[in-house]
């Protein structure tokens, strides 16, 4: 899987919009982008994926410029319940890939 | 009801003795996970095995062990050897598309 960094932590207030962007400067080709949540004590939980350019649904947004060696997670009008870590990894999207996690993004969103 | 189900949620074992953690799902996934995480740390992977009857290495192997006998269970046993087991242990699967898995609930190991 190629590398990515993303902010150790981060802090918001309730209703506001969040961008979380992870850097990966040598994504391959056939590479796309996986975003995860996990609160404390629980396993982490498929947000969204994409390849290029944008993909939105219920939860998230993740934008991805052309160059594709960077993305953003945005998160609309965060609530509390949001308060989570957020995990950027990427990869080739083929079955039995070995799923290797960093040290995701600590969002805090305070009332 | 489709998932990913471990057990127990909660272990407690004496320094020395193996302990064995269950993860059992019915996605008809091929690929299962084990993944160990240490408080306030990302998830570091132990095993992983893509279909039955193989499995490889993680990054952090050594003190653990696994088997694949069935499609449905991939068990995690923790030995002696494991210099320091106290952890939360998560089991995952996924199918055809690889960077998209579910993950149990996970199990709170603690040696005493």
């Known amino acids: 899987l190629a590398k990515t960094t993303q902010p150790i932590s981060m802090d918001s207030y309730e209703g506001q919009e969040v961008n979380i962007t992870c850097s990966h400067n040598n994504i391959a080709t056939n590479d796309y982008i996986t975003w995860y949540q996990q609160f404390p004590s629980q396993g982490p939980r498929f947000i969204i994926q994409g390849y290029k350019t944008k993909v939105t649904n219920e939860v998230a947004s993740l934008f991805i410029p052309a160059d594709r060696k960077s993305s953003t997670l945005s998160l609309p009008r965060v609530s509390l319940s949001d308060t989570a870590v957020y995990y950027c990894l990427v990869g080739g999207n083929n079955a039995g890939n070995m799923l290797t996690f960093g040290g995701g993004t600590r969002l805090m969103v305070k009332p | ?112």
């Open chain 2, 1 to 112: 009801d489709g998932g990913i189900t471990q057990s127990p949620k909660y272990l407690f074992r004496k320094e020395g003795q193996n302990v064995t953690l269950s993860c059992e799902q019915n996605l008809n996934h091929d690929a299962m996970y084990w993944y160990r995480q240490d408080p306030g740390q990302g998830l570091r992977l132990i095993y992983y095995s893509q279909i039955v009857n193989d499995f490889q290495k993680g990054d952090i192997a050594e003190g653990y062990s696994v088997s694949r006998e069935k499609k449905e269970s991939f068990p995690l046993t923790v030995t002696s050897a494991q210099k320091n087991p106290t952890a939360f242990y998560l089991c995952a699967s996924s199918m055809d598309r690889g960077l998209v898995a579910f993950f149990g609930q996970g199990t709170r190991l603690t040696v005493v």
